[in-house]
């Protein structure tokens, strides 16, 4: 399988936007859900927000409610994380990967993406 390609992390100041990009197969976008992890220098890689393969149903970590927003775009067979409200926490290695469940926990996702860099200076 094609890996997901994640795109759209930088550096950004506390308190600042951006939206992450995870482009996938047609056939990814259309069978399976989307979930959006990171990982920390020294860190488990950790949940942050997935969305099923429908659109119809989103999961967040609680660290990032109210502030990320996940979505699909299926013109684009694209997922996005906007990220708002920018704390130094969330700087992390962020990664798409597909899922056959609504979860939080990596070991139900597969076919990794390389992964997109989120620097948040205080």
């Known amino acids: 399988q094609v890996q997901p390609v994640e795109s759209g992390g930088g550096l950004v100041q506390a308190g600042g936007s951006l939206r992450l990009s995870c482009a996938v197969s047609?056939?990814?976008?259309?069978?399976?859900?989307m979930g959006w992890f990171r990982q920390a220098p020294g860190k488990e890689r950790e949940f942050v927000a997935v969305?099923?393969?429908?659109?119809?149903?989103?999961n967040y970590a609680d660290s990032v409610k109210g502030r990320f927003t996940i979505s699909k775009d299926n013109t684009k067979n694209t997922v996005f994380l906007q990220m708002n409200s920018l704390k130094p926490e969330d700087t992390a290695v962020y990664y798409c990967?597909?899922?056959?469940?609504?979860?939080?926990?990596?070991?139900?996702?597969?076919?990794w993406g390389q992964g997109t860099q989120v620097t948040v200076s205080s």
């Open positions: 047609e056939r990814t976008f259309s069978n399976y859900n």
């Open positions: 969305i099923s393969f429908t659109g119809r149903t989103t």
């Open positions: 990967a597909p899922g056959t469940m609504i979860s939080t926990r990596p070991r139900d996702y597969f076919n």
